[in-house]
């Protein structure tokens, strides 16, 4: 793996889940990573999953021998960005790698339930949580990030769910949840566009059925106990865990050729087959090519091959 120990970057929500997973998979290679969510030991956001915190995303970056900086940061809030910035460009006057995965809207989508039916308000404030988020953010730090001294220039990674191809092909069960996912793909490419003349580089990411903290939960098991889940989805076994997406960022992050990815739609089991790198397992997951070929054709289930 990479060694980015010379590397400022700054992971936007990364209380849990694939920003997480990201923060301490850059910290696994040396890098300074601040680390930011409204979740803190002194405050908990409307997720009440006060376990989760920002101090403990840093801590656990440090653990892995990267230094890890927790600021509380609600990304909605267009000041408290603006302080963030001004924070890392005082403390080191760059910024190398931006990850945007603010996301929080799991306790919004209404599954399979029509725009016309969908709570309002919970739809709307999803977006804002999605995408207005991703704006704010981007607005404020990209100017540091364009002042990035690492070969190939800084490197802006959007988070988003599903890649291009596969969210044109199917609708995400929810008209919401498929704007929220779909416009960060666009926004993404919107963002290369801009960044490219500057010598930056931007993508849009996806991991796979990642084994967050609150899918653990939803299926009951935990990370040591993830496969006593098949029994309920046999496709579970093509899950990976958020760290491997957080490597897929590491393996670009120190890739000085990362521009030939400008603008793509890049997901955590296809950077593993360029990079390399694998999960904290060992294995290489490939989720999309599993849904495509395996799942959404209802074979059975069967990874063989796919990890």
């Keep these: 793996m990479p060694n980015l120990e010379d590397r400022v970057c700054l992971v936007a929500g990364a209380t849990r889940g ?55 940061t609600d990304h909605l809030e267009p000041d408290q960005v603006a302080a963030l910035v001004a924070r890392i460009d005082g403390e080191h006057g760059r910024l190398d790698v931006l990850v945007n995965d603010i996301w929080g809207g799991e306790r919004l989508v209404e599954w399979d339930v029509p725009i016309w039916e969908h709570d309002l308000a919970k739809g709307l404030r999803l977006l804002r949580l999605a995408v207005d988020t991703h704006l704010v953010t981007s607005h404020h730090a990209l100017p540091l990030l364009l002042r990035a001294r690492a070969p190939g220039g800084g490197l802006l990674v959007e988070m988003t769910d599903g890649t291009e191809e596969y969210n044109r092909e199917h609708y995400r069960l ?32 996806t991991p796979g059925w990642m084994r967050s903290e ?50 793509a739609s890049l997901s955590s089991g296809g950077l593993a087959r360029e990079y390399g790198f694998t999960d904290v397992d060992g294995s290489r997951p490939d989720a999309w090519r599993y849904l495509r070929e395996v799942q959404d054709p209802g074979l059975p289930a069967d990874a063989t091959g796919y990890r």
């Design 214 to 263: 609150i899918m653990l939960d939803a299926f009951g098991v935990t990370e040591e106990t993830w496969r006593d889940a098949l029994e309920a989805q046999p496709h579970f076994v093509i899950s990976e865990t958020p760290r491997f997406v957080g490597r897929a960022v590491a393996a670009l992050a120190a890739d000085p050729e990362r521009a030939r990815h400008n603008g």
């Design 18 to 72: 694939a920003g997480r997973g990201t923060a301490v998979a850059l910290g696994e290679q040396g890098a300074t990573v601040y680390v930011t969510g409204r979740t803190t030991r002194e405050r908990v956001s409307e997720y009440e999953r006060p376990g989760e915190t920002i101090e403990e995303t840093a801590e656990l970056v440090t653990e892995a021998g990267g230094t890890g900086i927790a600021v509380p």
């Design 174 to 205: 929810s008209a919401y949840y498929d704007l929220a996912k779909s416009s960060i793909l666009r926004l993404g490419w919107s963002m290369a566009r801009e960044l490219a003349p500057h010598g930056a580089t931007a993508v849009v990411l």
